[in-house]
Each structure stands twice: as C-alpha cells, then as structure tokens.
C-alpha cells in the first residue's frame, strides 16, 4: 500500500494571508508513459462529502477559485492557497490514485 | 451533469450484513473508463476508501476488508451495490459513493451507518 503524509495537522493563517500543505507518498506516484502524478486534493467542510479541488497534482478542478493551486511531482506534494478567504476553513486532504487501495493523508485542519 | 446518491439503513445489528445503494446519474457504467468508488469516514478521521469497480467489472478492494465487502452494478437501473457482511461497531461511519473520473470528482452526500445491537 501506498502511505500518504500530510503536514501540519493543523493551521492557522490570517486572511488574506498564504496557506501551504504538504503531502508526501511512500512511493513515487508519477506514472511515467502519461507523465501524471495520481494526486489529488480535496476540501471538506463538516457535514458535507469530500470536494474535489486539484487532480493530477496541478490541474485545477471547474469551478475552483483559482487562488487554489498544487504542485510536486513524485513523492513530494504541496497545496497552496495564495490569500486565504474566510469560506476556506476547512479540512484538506490528499489522496493518492495510483494504485489500490486509493489511500488519502491523514488531513490538515485550516483555521483563521 | 454527474450526481450520486448513497443511500442503506441507519441502523444494524452487529454481524448482520450491510447493503450500500448508488443510485447514479450524467454517466453510464457500460461506457469504457468509467467507475464508481466506496469510501466510508468515522467521525473525525480521514475518509478510507473502501472499493472500486469498473465499466469492464474490474473491482478493488480493500486489501484489509477485502473478505467482507463485494461490489457489483445494475447498469440497467445506474446503480452500485456494495455489500459487507458481518459488521461490527467499528463500522460506523458515514459511506459515501464518488464517481472515479478526474481522479474522485462527484460524490454522493453521504449515508450515515450505525452497527448496534
């Protein structure tokens, strides 16, 4: 299985201020013939399902705001949001899609 | 546009089996690379994904709930049953069904399960 580790557990940034998470896999997830990194990162707001925000590691979802982006390849992985809004506090989460069992971290719990 | 509902008993007994219903809609599971995904999440924890199957029936599970859990699809009724026997209190959970396109992209709102007695 591959093993997902997300840093900080927990963050507070001011508004307007930038976040960044970190995610790393025990294993590489790039798969080479494509050149896609099979990682995605999601936000979850209490009472509701995970919401997509960025796959194959940089692409961002429809929809997102782009102050949302997400970079690294390999084992190494960071989303950042660029000027934190009050709707972003949330719980965010990595996940890999590489192989099964399509594991997820551990989480990171963004506060103001 | 792709919606999923997840939907099954709020309640159930410790050993009895658990059936899970998707009912999905904006795709089919007969159309190649499409798949639907079983997740569940405990209160406070990181969701777990739970299964996987294809448009080909090509299914993944688990590997620590593999012996428990069988998914299947009614491609006729757009629907994704997953089935896990002998349950325990340790399932709990809310399980959620997610549509495996752009990595999970459409997710169902959740169907919360207890396992009491």
């Known amino acids: 299985d591959i093993v997902m580790t997300q840093s900080p557990d927990s963050l507070a940034v001011s508004l307007g201020e930038r976040a960044t998470i970190n995610c790393k896999s025990s294993?590489?997830?790039?798969?080479?013939?494509?050149?896609?990194?099979?990682l995605a990162w999601y936000q979850q707001k209490p009472g509701h399902p995970p919401k997509l925000l960025i796959y194959?590691?940089?692409t961002r979802e429809s929809g997102v705001p782009d102050r949302f982006s997400g970079s690294g390849s390999g084992t190494d992985f960071t989303l950042t949001i660029s000027s934190l809004q009050a709707e972003d506090v949330a719980v965010y989460y990595c996940?890999?899609?590489?192989?099964?069992?399509?594991?997820f971290g551990q989480g990171t719990r963004l506060e103001i | 546009q792709i919606t999923l509902k997840d939907s099954g008993p709020t309640l159930v007994k410790p050993t009895q089996t658990l059936t899970l219903t998707c009912a999905f809609s904006?795709?089919?599971?007969?159309?190649?690379?499409?798949?639907v995904g079983w997740f569940r999440q405990a209160p406070g924890k990181a969701p777990e994904w739970l299964a996987l199957?294809?448009?080909?029936?090509?299914?993944r599970y688990s590997p620590s709930l593999k012996n428990r859990l069988t998914v299947s699809k009614d491609n006729s009724k757009n629907r994704v049953i997953l089935r896990m026997t002998n349950v325990d209190p340790l399932d709990t959970a809310t399980y959620y069904c997610?549509?495996?396109?752009?990595?999970?992209?459409?997710w169902g709102q959740g169907a919360l399960v207890t396992v009491s007695s």
């Open positions: 996940q890999q899609y590489y192989s099964s069992p399509h594991n």
């Open positions: 294993h590489s997830i790039l798969y080479r013939s494509n050149n896609h990194d099979y």
């Open positions: 997610a549509h495996a396109g752009n990595s999970y992209d459409h």
């Open positions: 194959w590691a940089s």
């Open positions: 199957i294809y448009w080909d029936d090509d299914n």
């Open positions: 904006g795709f089919s599971l007969t159309t190649p690379g499409e798949g």
